[in-house]
C-alpha cells in the first residue's frame, strides 16, 4: 500500500493546528502530496431563526475571503517543509468537503476539538468522516504531542472487519514504526455450522515486514473504550490503529461504545477506519 495523497481539514484558517502537524510530518516522511482545505459554510443552525441567516451568510462570506487571502501562507508552509501541496477553500459543510476530496486521496487528517469537545460526541466532524470517507481517517487530538514519526504504534485487533481493514490499510505507518503492539482481543470461536475466515494478526503484519508482538487484551468486566485506551497507555502508543463503528452507529450513539469512548477521550492521535 502507498500514502501519496493526504487531505487535511484545516478548522482555522490562519493555523494549521496539531492536525496539521501532524499532516506536515507524514507528506514529508512519506513524500505524500498534501491537500489542506479549509470550508467556509452557513451553520446548518442559522437556519433555524431567519433573523440569523444573514448574518450567517456574513460571516460565512468574510471567512471564505479571509481564507482565500491566507494562500501565500500556506504555499511558504509548504516550501518550508519541504514538501508539495495546495491550500483550497470551499463553500461547503466540511464533511461533504472532506469525502469528496477523500476519493482521490489515500488517508484523511482531522483534528478533534477536545475543550469543550463536540456534542453530541458521535456526529462530530472526525467521527462522521472516519463514518463516511471510505478512507481512513487520522483523528488529531487538539491536545496530541505530534512526532516525526509514530515509533510505536498499538492495533487494536477483535478479528472483526473493520480491525482487519484499518491493519491493512495501516501498512505504511506500522512498517516504518520501531515497535507495534497488537493488543488481541480476539473472542473464542463459538461452536456451530456457520464458521467465518480468521486472520492471525501478528502473521499478517510479519508477511508484510512488520515486527509485532501480541497483547492479550481482556476488559475484565470494564467498558471496552476505557480499558483498550489504558492498555495503549500502558503500552506508550503514540497512535492507535483501530476499525470504527464495529456494531450499529446508531447502537453506539445511543449505549455508547467503544469508538465513540476512544473519539471522546484518547490523548493520541488515532488511525481508524470503517
Known sequence: MALSEIVLHVRRSDSPGRAGEAAFALAHRFEAYLTAI??????????????????????ASRDYADALARSDAWNA??????????????????????????????????????????????????????????????????????????????????????AARAMHRALPLLKAAREVVVLNGVPERAPGPRVLPTLDAVAYLSRNEVSAHVQRFDTEGRETGAALLDAARAAGAECIVMGAWGHSRIAQLVLGGATRHLFQHADVPLFVSH
Open 38 to 59: 479549509h470550508a467556509a459554510a452557513i451553520a446548518p443552525t442559522a437556519f433555524a431563526a431567519p433573523e440569523a441567516v444573514a448574518l450567517s451568510v456574513v460571516e
Open 77 to 162: 508552509r509548504f516550501t518550508e517543509a519541504r514538501i508539495a501541496g495546495e491550500w483550497q477553500v470551499v463553500q461547503s459543510d466540511d464533511v461533504e468537503a472532506l469525502c469528496h476530496a477523500a476519493c482521490a486521496a489515500d488517508l484523511v487528517v482531522v483534528e478533534r476539538p477536545t475543550t469543550p469537545p463536540e456534542a453530541p460526541v458521535g456526529w462530530g466532524i472526525a467521527s462522521r468522516t472516519a463514518f463516511s470517507a471510505g478512507v481512513p481517517v487520522l483523528v488529531v487530538p487538539d491536545t496530541a504531542r505530534v512526532v516525526d514519526r509514530y515509533d510505536r504504534l498499538v492495533v487494536a485487533y477483535d478479528g472483526g472487519p473493520q
